[in-house]
Every structure is written in C-alpha cells, then in structure tokens.
C-alpha cells in the first residue's frame, strides 16, 4: 500500500517537473526569438574635427552604445582607415564590407571628415554627393526599418541621401549674438540643408531631433560653439542610442524620458520652490490658527 501511495505521489512530481520545464523553455525560447539592440555601425572619417571625425561625437557614442551593452564595429573608407582605427583603438573595416543586415543601427558622428572624406561638400556645397557605398548602406538601413542617428555635420548626409522624403533634421539654432558670434557653427549648413528640401528644426546643443516616420535622430551636438561642448555632446549621445535602442525594439518613446539635465535641473528646481512656498503658506496658516485661538 505503501508502495503504491509512493508510487503515485512520484509520478505526480514528476509531472509537476516536467511540466515546469516545458514552461520555462517556452520562455527562454520566447526570449531568444525577441529582438535585441546587440551590434550596431559607427562610420568613423579619419581622426580629428578639422580633417576627420570629431573626436568628442565618436567617444560620446562608444562609451554611451557600451553602457547599452552594444557591439560596435567601425567602418571607414580605404584612405582613412589608418587614422580612423586610432579613434576605434582596434579592428577597422573597410566600408565596402558593410552589411545592413548584420546590424541593428547605423550611427554617423559628425567632424569635417565628413564634408570632406564621406562627401564633398565643402567643394560642391549643395550640389555635393555622398559616397556611394555610404548613401546605398544608408538606404538599406532605412528599408528595413531600422535606426540612422547622425551628430553633429553628420545630419546634411542624411538631408542629401533622403531628400525625397524631406526628413526633419537639426544642425543647431540659426541664429546670431549681439557680439557677432555664433553659438552654433555650420549657420551656412542650415540653409544648404533646407534648400535640399529638409525641414530643420532649431534644437539647443544637448537636444535632439526625431523623425518618427523616417527613423533617423539627429542631434548638433558638437557644432555647439560654448563652453560645455563636450559635456552637452556626451548628453546628446546619452540621449540619441537610448532612443535608437527603443526604437529597433519596438517600444513606445516619451519624449519625457529624454529631457537634458538642464531642463530636469530646472523642473527640480521649481519643485523644490514649490515645496518651500507651500510649507510658507501652511506655517503661516498655523501660526494665524494659534493667535486666532489665543484671542
């Protein structure tokens, strides 16, 4: 009897086992089959803002697409590869080697290696092309759906390769100071960029600009001509691989997520303003209470 009773409570368990294990494979596999934002492509043109990439979109990038736990491989063009695999402090590839498909997104840091290695634009200004293999790379990108970030001069690359579509881009703020400074370098890029038909959109330097319909986030991020440049690029750069990640994953993106540090300072600011006055008002109203007892 005994026997039997042990018999049946083992087969139960066992049940009970196996059951679970199928459970729990069923969602590994789950997981397995969920996309995930794991290898993106970063274009490098050479090294240093005057002649290349600039250095401090290209850092902001791989420290920010490393704290997502991405994998990022650097691409270059031949000539530039020597100069470039300084910033990338390893493996460069030739960008002929570029598949979309292999990727997750594609990201493009700014610097005058752009203008003058990815394109030639400072020789031809509006009438410039994009190199071939870049702009059919991009178009790939762009077909599938998945998410272009450009920083900095980066963002008349994605204006020229789809001017169809007349995407909503920003290079900065138009704008001019008193002094005769600007805050902003590339004023001149603005104009270029609209003639080619893009709508830009006046964005400070730790800000950023989306364009829903097309996926491509751009950001001025080092064009900002201050003081803080270094900081507000690495902000921008914070701000745009997160919003790339959530968009090859599908997710929604609320813009209040992704506030600068200076606006969620200022918020912080007038809420703690706020809690002043109110507990003024409220001792106030107390010590009213207590004289009004007293008489």
Do not use: W
């Not at 050479?46 to 401090?56: A, F, H, W």
């Not at 570029?98 to 394109?119: D, R």
């Amino acid at each position: 009897m005994i026997c039997r009773n042990f018999l049946k409570i083992k087969t139960q368990l066992n049940k009970i086992v196996l059951k679970n294990y199928t459970n729990d494979t069923q969602s590994i596999n789950q997981q397995d089959h969920q996309p995930q934002f794991k290898r993106v492509a970063l274009i490098l043109s050479g090294l240093g803002n005057e002649t290349g990439t600039d250095l401090y979109d290209a850092v902001s990038l791989m420290v920010n697409l490393n704290n997502l736990g991405v994998n990022v491989n650097f691409y270059s063009l031949p000539d530039q590869m020597i100069e470039s695999s300084r910033i990338s402090r390893g493996k460069i590839n030739d960008l002929s080697t570029l598949k979309p498909s292999e990727y997750q997104g594609i990201f493009l840091p700014g610097g005058n290696g752009v203008a003058t290695n990815l394109t030639n634009y400072r020789e031809k200004n509006e009438e410039f092309q994009v190199n071939e293999i870049l702009e059919n790379a991009l178009i790939q990108f762009h077909q599938d759906k998945k998410p272009i970030v450009t920083l900095g001069l980066a963002g008349i690359i994605a204006a020229k390769v789809f001017i169809k579509y007349s995407p909503r881009l920003t290079l900065g703020k138009q704008e001019q100071r008193d002094d005769g400074k600007v805050n902003f370098l590339e004023q001149e890029s603005i104009k270029v960029l609209e003639k080619l038909g893009a709508i830009h959109v006046d964005r400070f330097s730790n800000n950023f600009q989306i364009d829903f319909e097309n996926r491509i986030i751009s950001t001025p991020a080092s064009l900002f001509n201050g003081f803080k440049r270094g900081v507000h690029t690495f902000e921008c750069a914070q701000h745009v691989t997160k919003i790339a990640q959530q968009f090859f994953l599908g997710n929604q993106i609320r813009m209040s997520d992704y506030k600068s540090g200076q606006y969620k300072r200022r918020e912080e600011q007038n809420m703690e303003g706020g809690q002043r006055n109110y507990r003024r008002r409220n001792n106030r109203n107390q010590e009213d209470d207590q004289q009004t007892q007293e008489q």
